[in-house]
């Protein structure tokens, strides 16, 4: 009965949600979740445990993490008073979500826009601060729908509006004139464009929020070899970047954290590229391949990843793939388009043939 009382106090909305899952133990083939997939050579790890050595991880972190603000103003532009930082930029989303919350006038709850499919966060987290939530339909070409979106936008006045260019799961770039008349267009809503994947499709919307203050964009170590130290930053106006840092949990990234990041951004700038170049065309290999099965046909991407249209049964594929200890994602029971869809994460080479070889094996 206390059980039942203690739930009664949760938000209401996460009654709608699950919880965030991931599979329990990777097979040897992982190429279900945007990652890169390499980690540092030898003499990188050594350069990383030099650092380390150094760490004081008995004092908290540097709340206001200088030395990797000042990495990222000088890696991507800007002062490093207009970065925010995060674990991972999930936790980016989630400080937004708390913080940009005040309903419009005449509005009991804050309203959020994003066309769909996207990155599932964008709802999740959203509703899970209580916010109103509108997904507007991409174009048959997983494209912004310019009207629909002006439309929503003008109905329902959100306070945010995400776009992720490359955008999760399709891996297509949104049309860049499209995403600049709305932002254009409406200026009184933060527009946070989302380029956790901008690495791979060497585009960026950094003069757009250069020049309007109505534009954030959000960035991640995540997709280009840090995923485990889980950081990411929102750049925004320092007007607006420093309402924002209100709400941010003073010491939420760890010196370990602050300290590879650092490295990242600059000493291992070059390694990084050589991977972002490697994969793009491997990219383009594996498309190539896969599309030589009738059954296959690979949307254009300009991320890490593909979005694989199957015209037989994806759980059955899925299941066969994993059979040969290989992992890809599918999306049973999400937006009904993606249903007759697989994503597969660009691997090495070696993981790519494998992946190549059993796409043949089972298909034939
Ligand atoms: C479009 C997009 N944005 C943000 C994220 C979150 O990345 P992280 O929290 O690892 O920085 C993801 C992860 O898949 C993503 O696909």
Known sequence: MSIESLKSLFRPELAELSAYRVPPSPPAVKLDANESP????????????????????????????????????????????????????????????????????????????????????????????GWQTMGVPLDDHWDLDADAMAAAIEEAEPNLVYYATPNNPTGNCFSRDRIEALVNGFPNTLHVIDEAYGAYSGQSFASLCEETPQCALLGTLSKVGFAGIRVGWVRLDEALSAELEKV??????????????????????????????????????????????????????????LLVHYSGDVPELCAALLDREIAVRQFAGGNERLRSCIRITIGTPEENQRLIEAVGDILG
């Open 248 to 305: 941010r949990q003073p010491f939420n990234l760890s010196t370990p954290s602050q300290m590879v990041a650092t490295l990242a951004l600059t000493d291992f700038a070059p390694l990084l590229e050589d991977h972002i170049t490697t994969i793009v065309s491997e990219r383009e290999r594996l498309a190539t391949e896969l599309d030589g099965h009738g059954a296959l046909t690979c949307f254009p991407s300009d991320s890490n990843f």
């Open 38 to 129: 390499w980690t540092l050579p030898p003499e990188a790890r050594a350069r990383v445990a030099s650092v380390m050595h150094t760490a004081e991880i008995n004092r908290y972190p540097d709340g206001r993490a200088v030395e990797l603000r000042k990495a990222l103003a000088w890696g991507l532009g800007g002062s490093k008073d207009e970065y925010v930082l995060g674990a991972g930029s999930d936790e980016l989303i989630s400080l937004m979500a708390t913080a940009m919350s005040a309903p419009r006038a005449g509005r009991e709850r804050p309203v959020v826009v994003f066309p769909e499919p996207t990155f599932v966060m964008y709802r999740m987290t959203s509703r899970a601060h």
